[in-house]
């Protein structure tokens, strides 16, 4: 069946107005309330495969795949029925169990990592493995790049990406720190430098390297939109464990999703530790950091740097993880076929903007797609600042003309959309036509 756009949201509204009394602005996380793109954040009913059906009875093809963890589609069979096994055996036990044991072997296994610990979101893998970097070197200051968004732990809000490029409130182009309540003394351990400037990492490294625990980043970004890391800079990165501090790759958003191995299996890249979750719970929440042994063997109760979680290893979040794991692991062309797709859709765009005279930049690795309202050559976007002047006046005229029509794009202009094995040809080309239409109304507006 073809998605309809919606012809009412009258149930979506009621339910934002309700919620805005008793939730901060109505959300759970900042970017669902639409701030940048404007219109009615629309309450989800339903997902299925490739579409969501909100509240009013409209179906969307979504290309968010609740930001990434979808890559099987909604609702897939076999994830499904792991998990009304698990919950059949009980929700949790605050204790060791085999799905545990079970996950981290094929994580470990399918990324080369030693020892793989698991939290309940990315966020807690992150701080995680930076309060672990700071165990084990001693050291005391982190490195960031500007517009890279590692969750939203104290001392990686500085300078970050996502829903700090586009909240209306928020400090686009601002200084560290990304949010109040962060104290300056705090932000003040967090040394920021640019993304794709391998020049002025190897000098910030010259300068305070011997201070510096670790560096974190995303091999592939998507917070900030997607960028794509040159290969100078990939040598740039590897040249940051000569000065004894940790290589961490955020492999949050692109564990699983760029291969088996990840951005940096994909890239030849060799961190120290890595981050991970959304794919690896399958829609469930999981995180997990992991890495070399004798890094990972100061966690706690093997050693001294502490991290719990009273829920971390749950055993329906295992259930999930593992039957998505599984069923990548078990389609062989799964990862061509999402690159096939997205391809498909990032020349369908470009030859639909391009029609319509609308300017648009897109970057694309895999199944990770941002088309940037902006007139640079294609797959150039390589910079924050390059992706911070886009027309995001103009993508939020073409996202709405894009809800309109059934295809629920990512609601910012510095996000990624994720493409999901459940999109086939039917989609494509629903989705194309609604490009089409969509960029010459946003031409002619
Ligand atoms: N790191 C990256 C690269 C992310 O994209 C995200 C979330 N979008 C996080 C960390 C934080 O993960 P979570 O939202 O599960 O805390």
Known sequence: PSPAGPSSTARSEALFARARA????????????????GGVPRFIASAHGAYLTDVDGAR??????SWGPMILGHDHPAVREAVAHALSGGTSFGAPSAREVELAELVTRLTGTDKVRFTSSGTEATMSALRLARGFTGRKFIVKFRGNYHGHADGLLVEAGSGLMTNADGPLGAAAPSSAGVPPEYAALTLVTEYNDPAALDALMQERGAEIA????????????????????????HRVKDAGALLIADEVMTGFRLSLSGATGLLGLEPDLSCWGKIIGGGLPVGAYGGRAEIME???PQGPVYQAGTLSGNPLAMAAGLATLRTLEADPDIYARLDAYTARLAAGLQDAAHAAGVPISVNRIGSMLTAFHQGAPHGSVGSYAQAAGSDTAGFAAWFQGMLARGVYWAPSQFESIFVSAAHTDAELSTTLDAAHTAYTAAAGA
């Open 22 to 37: 008793v939730t901060p602005g109505g959300v759970n996380s900042p970017v669902r309330a639409f701030r940048s793109v």
């Open 214 to 237: 670790a560096v974190i980043f995303e091999p592939v970004v998507g917070n900030a939109g997607v960028l794509v890391p040159t290969p100078d800079f990939v040598d740039a990165l």
């Open 298 to 300: 100061f966690v706690s």
């Open 60 to 65: 969307y093809i979504d290309y968010i795949g």
